[in-house]
C-alpha cells in the first residue's frame, strides 16, 4: 500500500499518478462495504506501484508565526478615548462603532475548524487605519497582529462593502428645488448649479512632463466640478492633465452630454416673458455660452 500523503508535506516531485494512487487508498478505505470489483470500478491500475522519491517529504520549520492583538484588543478597544480614536481613526469610537453595524451583512465571516474568522470590528479598523494613515501593509500588520497580505484583502473588503452597502444611504443628490431657492437667494434665478475646474498638484510623470504644467507653473491634474449653492458636489470630472483648457474638459466630459441632451437635471422650465428657459448652471468665462449654462459678460 502506499504511504499516506499529508496535505502541505508534499515535495516538489509529487506526480499526478501518486496523488491518484493515495485518493484511491483513501476512498478504499471509506468504503469498506463495497464489493471489490465496486470498489476498483472507475480507479487506474498501475502495471508497478511508482516508487517515493527521496526528497518526496520536506520538513518544514514553522507553519505558522504568532501573532498577538493585545494593542487592539486592551489597549484600543479598552483605553482609548474619542480624541485618541479622531487622531488615528478619523471618527469616533461611536461613530466606528455605528460603521460596523451597517456594514455586517457584508463583512461578518464564520469560524470555521482550521481557525478563527477575524472579528468584524477588528476588519474594518485595519481598513480605517489603513486609509487614515501612511503606514505600510506590514507595519499594518504587526499593528493588529495579522499578516500583510491579511491588511490588503481586508481593505479591499472593506471598500467594497462600503460601496455596497453605504453608496446609495448615505451619498445622493440634493432636492432640485431647494438648489434652486439657494440659488436664487444669492441672485441667481433658474439655476441649478455653478461649474469650475480646480488643479490639483502632482508629480511629473516621467516623460510626460510638459503635458502637465499648467498656465500657473506647476505639474497638475483638473478636477472639474458642479457645485450646488452650499458649495457640495453634485458632479465631477477628473483625470485631465493641467495643460488642458477649462472649456476643452467640459466638451468632452459626461455632465456636457447629459446637460445637452437635457437629461441632467428634471425637465423644468423658467418663463421670462414669452421665453421660456431650461434649468440652468452658471460659470466663468472660460467656459461656451450655451442655453443652458451662462457665464459672465465680458464686453466683448
Known amino acids: ?29 471509506l468504503l469498506p462495504e463495497l464489493d471489490p470489483d465496486q470498489r476498483d470500478e472507475g480507479f487506474p491500475r498501475p502495471a508497478a506501484t511508482l516508487p517515493l522519491p ?40 461611536t461613530t466606528f462603532q455605528e460603521l460596523c453595524t451597517w456594514l455586517a451583512p457584508a463583512l461578518q465571516r464564520q469560524d470555521t475548524h482550521l481557525r478563527p474568522a477575524i472579528p468584524l470590528e477588528k476588519r474594518v479598523a485595519i481598513a480605517l487605519w489603513k486609509l487614515a494613515t501612511p503606514d505600510s501593509y506590514r507595519s499594518v500588520g504587526h499593528q493588529f497582529g495579522v499578516g500583510r497580505s491579511t491588511v490588503g ?11 455596497s452597502e453605504l453608496l446609495n444611504r448615505l451619498i445622493c443628490l440634493p432636492d432640485l428645488d431647494s438648489v434652486m431657492a439657494g440659488f436664487a437667494a444669492l441672485g ?3 439655476c441649478g448649479g455653478a461649474l469650475d475646474g480646480t488643479h490639483i498638484a502632482i508629480r511629473a510623470p516621467p516623460h510626460r ?34 495643460r488642458a483648457h477649462d472649456a476643452r474638459i467640459f466638451r468632452n466630459s459626461y455632465l456636457y452630454r447629459r446637460l445637452q441632451a437635457g437629461t441632467f437635471f428634471p425637465h423644468r422650465q423658467f418663463a421670462v416673458g414669452d421665453v421660456h428657459m431650461p434649468v440652468c448652471i452658471v460659470a466663468d468665462a472660460a467656459y461656451p455660452l450655451m442655453p443652458w449654462l451662462m457665464k459672465p459678460y465680458t464686453g466683448q
Open 1 to 29: 500500500m502506499e504511504p499516506e500523503l499529508p496535505l502541505g508535506r508534499r515535495g516538489p516531485h509529487t506526480t499526478i499518478l501518486q496523488l491518484l494512487l493515495h485518493l484511491r487508498e483513501t476512498i478504499m478505505r
Open 54 to 93: 527521496p526528497n518526496f517529504f520536506v520538513d518544514r520549520r514553522v507553519w505558522r508565526f504568532d501573532t498577538s492583538s493585545d494593542w487592539w484588543d486592551r489597549l484600543v478597544m479598552e483605553i482609548w478615548d474619542d480624541q485618541d480614536w479622531l487622531r488615528n481613526f478619523r471618527m469616533r469610537k
Open 153 to 163: 484583502a481586508v481593505l479591499m473588503e472593506v471598500v467594497r462593502a462600503i460601496n
Open 188 to 190: 441667481f434665478p433658474n
Open 209 to 242: 512632463a510638459a503635458q502637465f504644467i499648467n498656465r500657473k507653473g506647476y505639474f497638475s491634474m483638473v478636477l472639474q466640478a458642479l457645485v450646488d449653492h452650499r458649495g457640495q458636489f453634485s458632479d465631477i470630472c477628473v483625470g485631465w492633465s493641467g
